[in-house]
């Protein structure tokens, strides 16, 4: 029923998974990893904090309109969790519950467990890739074919010069996603097809000339670690970034890993009386099921849904993003699994690192600064500056600051993009930030409904984590978290001129 490799305990999402090893090459040398008869014990709850009334309110509001089913809500400030607060459902009434059928609304709560989507890309795999930069075993600016060959089998002059750091600010000319037009991957997964169309993806536009977000970035870059290691990404950060930080309810959830009562549906899980109960090494345990928010009906192969076993089910506990889903569940772009107390941990520790107080961070003070700093080509130390200036200006000229949730803007600068290593900047994604966090805060989002942003000059961060997917027409969250962000940072005192701390 299942297939081993890696053992863990729980979540992830995106890729599906049936493989074990890595895809691009052999992992002889992969160490095993801890086993769990058992999923962990979900984390105690966190001592209670005041309301954030007006963060509460856009919530409450944006549950009442649809959305989104529900939410989790962590505010840190100044070193402490300031808020924390779970809203609304996490399963909406009448969709199938764990045993197929329609069941009623499962409320959220704080231990929900959600589908990362492309948080994945900073959580696990940036921060990895930055591990083997501290190693000497990757050097940014080094064609990605020194790393993977298969990148440019025909020594294509355009292609030798995309760079790893074009690949962590998504400025390649890759484009946004390997063709999903056949059904690959839907019946079996098929990670090492995966990663063949992501390493001969032809080219859209001159590399290192300009922004264009593109999962398959991130998907070349899980491979890079993979060669590099010659461990599965999942095993990989699990040990290197999630464990160490104590993050026990945060891993990808490769449906070939997975043990205790479940079905496998193609490259989906699913929830079942029946099944192995044993759990060995590099497994997860089903019953971590129940925590998980599920995303969307399963539409994948809609041309030909009979190519798709999964057709038409509800997703819980499959990563919801269509190519990672077909690669077995794991994958560079896609496919951890997380809490919301579980992010703010890694988020509260990489505050810590910058600021050189005591940190359990994976990654050094001078690496993260790096990470979080402009890095497309061609920046320079001015443009967090220069883009908080006209920031400023655009937002006076807006007025109504006193009530405004969200910048006239973003980027502040028309046609610059500013990107960290792997982190989001100053963008049109950056809506997150809010309008008061300023130009030089950083935080990415995933297509599910989950947002993170950090801002160390006010030591701040917030996470809202949603599967706001599971209401059908829901709008992307990136108004929602900025809004929220706003209002989080109106109620701790801090405003677009620097930190106000009580």
Not at 151 to 157: G, H, K, L
Not at 286 to 299: E, F, I, K, Y
Request: glycine share 10%.
């Amino acid at each position: 029923m299942v297939l081993g490799t890696v053992v863990v305990t729980f979540a992830a999402p995106c890729p599906r998974g049936v493989e074990a090893r890595a895809a691009v090459i052999p992992a002889p040398h992969a160490t095993a990893a801890r086993a769990h008869t058992t999923p962990p014990p979900p984390a105690p709850d966190l001592p209670p904090t005041p309301d954030i009334a007006a963060v509460s309110a856009l919530i409450d509001d944006a549950v009442a309109a649809h959305r989104l089913p529900g939410a989790v809500v962590v505010v840190g400030h100044a070193g402490k969790v300031a808020f924390h607060r779970a809203y609304g459902s996490r399963k909406l009434a009448g969709e199938p519950g764990l045993s197929g059928s329609p069941s009623p609304a499962e409320p959220m709560s704080e231990n929900t467990i959600f589908d990362m989507a492309s948080m994945t890309k900073v959580l696990a795999t940036a921060t990895a890739v930055m591990q083997l930069y501290e190693q000497g075993r990757v050097q940014l600016d080094r064609p990605v074919q020194t790393y993977l060959p298969e990148f440019n089998t025909a020594n294509d002059p355009q292609r030798t010069r995309v760079t790893v750091r074009m690949l962590l600010t998504h400025t390649s000319g890759l484009p946004e996603d390997v063709n999903l037009d056949d059904p690959w991957g839907l019946g079996n997964a098929d990670k090492r097809e995966g990663i063949r169309r992501a390493l001969t993806a032809p080219l859209q536009s001159e590399p290192g000339a300009n922004f264009h977000y593109a999962d398959i970035n991130f998907l070349v870059l899980g491979a890079l670690i993979e060669r590099l290691t010659g461990t599965p990404e999942d095993v990989y950060v699990q040990q290197n970034v999630f464990e160490p930080l104590g993050m026990n309810d945060t891993r990808y959830l490769p449906v070939g890993k997975a043990c205790g009562p479940h079905i496998v549906r193609g490259a989906a899980i699913a929830w079942a009386p029946t099944g192995n109960t044993t759990c060995s090494a590099d497994t997860w345990n089903s019953d971590l099921l129940s925590r998980v928010a599920p995303t969307r009906h399963d539409g994948e192969g809609g041309r030909d849904p009979a190519k798709n076993p999964d057709f038409g089910q509800l997703v819980r506990g499959t990563v919801d993003d269509p190519t990672a889903r077909r690669m077995g569940g794991v994958a560079g772009h896609a496919g951890v699994f997380s809490t919301a107390r579980d992010v703010s941990i890694f988020a509260q520790a990489l505050l810590d690192r910058l600021a050189g107080r005591p940190s359990a961070f994976p990654l050094k003070q001078v690496t993260l600064v790096t990470m979080t700093t402009p890095q497309q080509p061609g920046h320079t130390d001015q443009q967090v500056g220069t883009a908080n200036q006209a920031y400023r200006e655009i937002l006076v000229q807006a007025g109504d600051s006193r009530t405004r949730l969200l910048a006239p803007r973003y980027p502040a600068i028309r046609g610059q993009a500013l990107r960290g290593l792997g982190w989001d900047i100053d963008t049109g994604y950056s809506m997150p930030r809010g309008a008061i966090f300023p130009v030089g805060s950083f935080g990415h989002t995933g297509f599910t409904g989950t947002a993170l942003w950090i801002d160390p000059a006010s030591d701040t961060y917030v996470v809202l984590l949603s599967n706001a997917v599971h209401s059908p027409g829901s709008p992307p969250v990136l108004r929602l978290a900025g809004e929220v962000a706003t209002a989080a940072a109106r109620e701790l005192g801090v405003d677009s001129a620097g930190p106000r701390r009580p």
